[in-house]
């Protein structure tokens, strides 16, 4: 009794959705729709209900879904009773997955029906699991090896909960990341860091040029399990915006979906975008995409998709983070210095990699960990402070440790500034490509290759050269038949006008179908490298 | 070293404005402009400069000042290096004034010239005053009986801090309530709580109707010294406006500042907003407030006041709270259930006294804590939590007892609630007056007036004022004869002796027999309002 100690957690985020914004929907494909104040009802009764199965606070509860509205319940209901969400990259190999589910000690799983097979292929080994909670979208029963319990009955069977006091500092989610080496890394985010990335991000969106608000409905274009859908589950909420989950990924679908609901506010990766603009119908429907907010992340977004997705009406911001970080650090919204600039000049900035969103601390730093100038030139690495940073990897105090050199989170992303403040990420540190001791930054060479009307996607790999060190392979998806000649005729132009340097142009050009990709649909540098 | 433990302080607020606002505003009248980026580094100075001359982590400093450039200063540097920044009211008495800086063991001092002599007052009993900080506008150097300093050499002299790590919760700000009984109660804040209630008040003034936004200039004309200027010297940070100071108030000389600074952005009482509409000047400028954003609080908006605002082309939303509470609770911003009505129906709700802003749970209850229904008709009282609420009233645990009953914060306001979930304030459950924005706390005026030889029994209440909101009356039973005259003359010498305030002394004066009772003997206020 007395005063009341308020902690940063989830739940709070709905109850704001729910009492301000009780209308708004959560609308999943054609299948199923809950206004904000029916799915509050509906997490509470989820929460009550697991907590009857035997979740208790600390249990981990893996997710294997697609982009449902049973994944936004578990987003809130299993924090929520103080129990911990694993979001599980379903892209993985099989194999690779069960492994995190391993490594994380899951002890409950809501899985998806067409999933249910491949979780099998653990039962062996899954000693930990006390139960699975299946579901499908027909609402039929879905049995699985394990003590097995049915999604929609939980969802409705349980009581209005007692309020539960969770504290913030409580671990609310853990996920892996790949990076491009090694195994998997684990990293994890508790309530307050939600609260807080939510908080910051709803506000920065609402800033120009994006603006974002209640008037807006999201889809995102994100996977559910790749870094909290980039935290806008939990974002919705904040802003008050209705909020549509497209399922499974179908650009077919989803050009469909935003016509039929309206949606006027999406994040992805450069990709998807890609690939929506150019499928059959989205010159059918080219008037869903007049003023489509879009925040672009993920990967470097090429110059000329910027500029196509810009004709169309499109109204891009960039933006920028990582697994490690729940993730959004930067956003290339205006700062003052940009805003009285031309719309030609503000667009060049907004395409950047932008400039920290509040409370977020974002600095380009040489090696002696001092800001590099601002001119566009000397390349730094992108080191951060914000107050919703993964603590750790999970059990890997080694990989930790570099980390969280100098107390500053080390993205191991190479960066100039230009006078303005904005950050441009120039290269990965581990696809830097060195030749002749200097580096090519790979992806600026690949966006101005990208510029060429003939490129659709282009990928750059460093290859061992004995002479140099490395040199540059550029991989390319044409836009129908294109010579090898032409291209390097286009970059001789580029150097001749200052955007390129002369030892940059790759040595080998390599025409391809389709690039490979990772399991968050960025391009698989890896492969490319051994196919190189 | 590892991983950083970002800490929510105000000095972070400021960071990310000079980082992202860099060239934006801070103006003070025609004299004085700064650039953001500029105000950080003269706060930084001004910063270290303190703790030179001595200040301690957790010392108080007063401030005694208009609301100029030199108090924004205050608001970042005093809590910047862990010392409390007790914003004095200078509205007081002079006697009541100095106890609250006796009461809060104020250790510093900024004060402006012409506030140096009714410090002096002070002298033979503030002992415990290791400083005084003095300016003047003039950067003539003041003198005083205390060992001085000369604020603009601190301002200019001090060195770049290094960095400081204050913890989020400690102490930040204290200030004196008078609110609803007679001694002034201290209410205390924390960086965590500032920086909180900062985020939420910018992301809600970022939703409709108000839409703030870095396109704004602000200039609120609430004194500094009221309950953080209700927020807005540090959300403007977060918001990226210019931010105008008015010094002390004038309503000639604001609108001639807003006419010239291109104010876009204010928040006030609504006899401010009355001052300013009825000046003279108000019809020559009527241009300048076309647009304007007007937040209204501390006090019920009179629907007249508020429709004549709206034929003008300002654009109202009323906010709540109160010194306990930092003060932002509810704002009448859209929620979803009104965004659809009429702009004639969205205005009814816009002037009530609106919904919980982003993570403040605010209730109307009953006298079993229970929500009253949302019928506009059955009366509760307002309570909250959120994470910005003081934790106690400063050495007062009973009241703090009382404040914190049931660990909701009881704010002691009647309220009934609309079918759309918006709060409307019917009443005040104590005994307070609130004129022109200000209390007058009819316990310390009902104790000077009884100190006449000639009154027997004494009460103030409150009438209804169309220009100051509510105006006292005194209910007076006479010892033999006496006359009104006489009484005004006793009062006057008070306030010569800085025991009243000019602007306290009734309007009017009613003899009376005997004074109502309720069962428990004390004087029934109700009875007597209604007589009055």
Redesign the interface.
Known sequence: ????N???TVD?LL??GA??????EIVYKDRRRYT?SLFRERVESLSSSLEKIGVKPGDKVAVVDWDTDVYMSAYYAVPSIGAVLHTVNVRYPPEVMLKTVLHAEDKWVIIRDEFVPLLEKGKNFLNGIKGVITYSDEKEKVKTSFPTYDFWELQESGEKLPPHEIKEDMQATVFYTSGTTGDPKGVWFTHRDL??HS??V??TT???PL?S???DTFMILVPMFHVHQWGFPYVTM?V?SNYVLPGRYDPAMEIELMRKEHVTFSAMVPTILFMILSHPNAMKYSDVFKGWKVMIGGAALPTGLAYSARKMGINIAVGYGMSETAPVLTVAY????V?GLSEDEKFVQQIKTG??I??A?VRVVDENGRDVPRDEKTVGEIVA???W?T??YYKDPER??RL?K????HTGDLAVVDKY?YIRIVDRDKDAIKSGGEFIPSLILEDVISTHPKVGEIAIVGVKDEKWGERPVAFIVPKGEVKEDEIREFLMKKVEEGKLQKWWIPDKFVFVKELPRTSTNKIDKKILRSMA
């Open positions: 009794m007395g005063y009341y308020y902690n940063l709070k109850d704001y009492t301000v914004y009780p209308n708004r904000f609260v807080l908080m910051s709803a506000l609402s800033k120009p603006r608000s209640q008037d904040l008050g205006y700062n003052s210095l805003e400039i920290p509040p409370l601390q402070r914000s107050p940073l603590r750790s930790t440790e969280w100098d107390s500053w989170l403040g």
